[in-house]
Each structure stands twice: as structure tokens, then as C-alpha cells.
């Protein structure tokens, strides 16, 4: 069984463009977790999300950050109009159930480090 | 804002001896995480302990947790020099809140 895999592992661009993060949770999976951090820091959620359903996107900045996960295909992160700030580590996590209700826990990926130059 | 702080930031010991890191958070939870996260790597989930329970152990590692003091602490026998990484609490809601992690670094 695969764990979450994420790609690119490592993506550069440039200010003013778009960067696309994919995440494909763990099979049988239908809750996913995005994150970001920070050099030395620790992870900051951004958005929770179930197949088709945005759950909470509280963490996510309101403009140029989108997320989605449909019923086919992997969450897409989506950075519109990258700028320095957003150079950071996203990790996206998996759970087979809602966190609050079990004690399942989340299973992470291994990052996708976002560079703009 | 982060719930959880943990404590001490940095912590640099020998091989043999035993490493201890703390963890504060602010509301209340269902339970509580922790996790690795090896240099430039993604987390690794080491060991949940719910809200009901004081004390669990797994291999090496010793997790309390005092729900009225709001802590809990993570206790790592006879290091390694492997066991350097950065650990960090998470308390659950509806979704993982980590803190800013403590940095262990073993020397052998």
C-alpha cells in the first residue's frame, strides 16, 4: 500500500506565476490535509478537505490560494501569482476518517518545497 | 495561531543518555500527536495519546499527558544518533494544530 505521494518534490518559479502542487492520499483515504512550513518552523494548516468538499479552509489566504479534490485524481494546491513569501515546504497528510471522531491519525507525504525566485 | 509550544526549542545530548521534550496548548482536544520530521523530510507519526489516558509508551518512547496542566511531554530512552530529527506535538480538534517543534540532536 503506498503511502501519500506528492509532486513535484521540488518546484521553482518565478514571481507572478502559478504553482500546482498534486497530493494522491493513501488508498482508502477520502480525508486530505494540506500544510505549510516555514524554514524552522512548524506546520501551519491550511486546508481540509473531502472527495469534492472543501471541509475547512480557515488556514488557506483568501486570494490567489485554491484547493481542490475531486472525486477522480489527486488535491491540487493551487498558488496563483506566486510571490517570495509563498517559497515554503506543503505537506499534504490522508486519513480514512474524520479526525475529531477516532483516533486515526493522518499519514503525511513527503513535501513539495516551493521556491520563487 | 499555533496551539501547541513545545519545549525546549533545541536540545543537543550523547548517545545513551535520554531526551525529553515538552508540549503546551491552549484549548482543549481529543488527543494529542507526535511527530518526527528528519531534515527536509516529511512527518513520521510516532505515537497517539487520547484525552482519557496519562501515560503510553511505545519501544523507546514514554508520552504523559496532564490534561489540567494542558502538557505533555515526550521521553526518548538510551538516544541515538538516528533519534536527530525535530519533534513536534499536535493536538486534534477537527484538524491537526502542531507546534513549533523542539531540535534533537544526538552525538554519537
Known amino acids: 500500500n503506498a503511502g501519500v505521494m506528492q509532486n513535484p518534490r521540488h518546484l521553482v518559479r518565478r514571481r507572478g506565476q502559478e504553482a500546482r502542487l498534486r497530493c494522491s492520499p493513501m488508498?482508502?483515504?477520502?480525508?486530505v490535509y494540506w500544510y505549510r512550513q516555514l524554514p524552522e518552523e512548524g506546520l501551519k494548516f491550511m486546508v481540509y478537505?473531502?472527495?469534492?468538499?472543501?471541509?475547512?479552509e480557515s488556514g488557506m489566504p483568501k486570494e490567489r490560494f485554491s484547493a481542490e479534490f475531486p472525486k477522480e485524481g489527486p488535491s491540487i494546491l493551487r498558488i496563483q501569482q506566486v510571490v517570495r513569501g509563498d517559497s515554503a515546504a506543503y505537506f499534504c497528510?490522508?486519513?480514512?476518517?474524520?479526525?475529531?471522531?477516532?483516533?486515526?491519525?493522518?499519514?503525511f507525504g513527503p513535501g513539495t518545497r516551493l521556491t520563487v525566485l | 495561531s499555533q496551539q501547541g509550544e513545545e519545549d525546549p526549542q533545541a536540545l543537543s545530548i550523547q548517545e545513551g543518555e535520554n531526551a525529553t521534550m515538552n508540549c503546551s496548548y491552549k484549548?482543549?482536544?481529543?488527543?494529542l500527536q507526535w511527530y518526527r520530521q528528519n531534515s527536509g523530510r516529511g512527518l513520521v507519526h510516532l505515537i497517539l495519546?487520547?484525552?482519557?489516558?496519562r501515560e503510553k509508551h511505545s519501544g523507546r518512547l514514554r508520552v504523559t499527558l496532564d490534561t489540567s496542566k494542558k502538557s505533555s511531554s515526550l521521553l526518548i530512552t538510551a538516544s541515538r544518533a538516528a533519534d536527530t530529527a525535530s519533534y513536534f506535538c499536535?493536538?486534534?480538534?477537527?484538524?491537526?494544530?502542531f507546534g513549533t517543534g523542539t531540535r534533537l540532536q544526538v552525538f554519537p
Open positions: 497528510a490522508s486519513s480514512r476518517r474524520e479526525l475529531a471522531e477516532t483516533t486515526d491519525t493522518q499519514y
Open positions: 488508498k482508502g483515504h477520502s480525508h
Open positions: 478537505l473531502q472527495k469534492e468538499n472543501i471541509i475547512d
Open positions: 484549548t482543549s482536544i481529543n488527543n
Open positions: 495519546i487520547r484525552s482519557n489516558e
Open positions: 499536535a493536538t486534534i480538534r477537527d484538524k491537526l494544530i
